[in-house]
């Protein structure tokens, strides 16, 4: 039976720990409606504690095309419609290009950016025919620079994500859908513990630089983030909906800072190379 009393419908995935999680308490609090997705339903259902009518938990294996669709079925089954999508599931990988196999790096396209591509593809028809909805895709602020030894396909994966999301944005326009990518810069998430940051299973001492940057962020950044995920949530919820959302979002003010030193360095970049640039015209 459709519930028709909720304000919003959310689908959220990722929703076990961290931002996803933090989701789902802000929005069940203020009664909006929640499908949330984790690979491991017990563990969903541990950390959300909740008996809320307005709550679907599922248990979805994102790399797998039917288990996304058959979320998505439920929820409009459920709460008969979809308002916003947030591509929140995720996670981090350690090692130098030469260290990480074909494997490990393809593994983390998979989860962080074919993951959100499946959802995207299997809720595009419902928003269409309801000419609105808007879609939040976690990038991160290793989304605009890759300037990070030892955390290159990682920033490759958030690169893809701000790619597909600029595309997404056009597409969608004529549909009244709208979509936005969020760029957290270091917040005090889970993110750098074990189980969400996955280490090179071959290690070469040659990789000095990249040891020490792994070490640092492990043992020194782990648990001192200055992001506070309670503020950075309330924040995007802020942006849902909105006339004119932004298609950047970062939050945090390392973030902010990072991006401003990017295009500072590819402003003075191009500008030294314009000649060269213009040399290849007809």
Known sequence: MKNQTVQKVWFITGASKGFGLE???????????????????????????????????????LIDEQSVANAITET????????????NAGYGIA??????????ARQNFDVNVFGSLNVIRQVMPHLRKQQSGHIFNFSSVAGITGSFPGFGIYCATKFAVVGFTEALAVEGKPFGIKA??????????????????????????????????????ENKINGNQQGDPVKGVAEIIKT???????????????????????NTSLHNEVEAWKTVSKATDF
């Open 76 to 87: 409009i089954d459920k709460f008969g419609r979809i308002d916003y999508v947030v591509n």
């Open 180 to 217: 936005t990518i969020v760029l957290p810069g270091y917040f005090r998430t889970n993110f750098l513990e074990s189980d969400s940051l996955v280490i090179a299973a071959t290690q070469m001492e040659e990789y000095k630089e990249v040891r020490e940057i792994q070490a640092m962020h």
């Open 240 to 262: 849902a909906g909105i006339d004119n959302a932004p298609l950047y979002l970062f939050l945090g003010s390392d973030a902010l800072k990072m991006a401003q030193d990017k």
């Open 23 to 61: 989701f789902v308490k802000q929005l069940l609090a203020k009664g909006d409606a929640v499908t949330a997705t984790s690979r491991s339903i017990s563990q969903l259902k541990d950390a959300t504690n909740t008996k809320d009518t307005n709550f679907l938990p599922l248990e979805v294996n």
């Open 95 to 104: 090692g130098s290009l030469e260290e990480l196999s074909d494997k490990e």
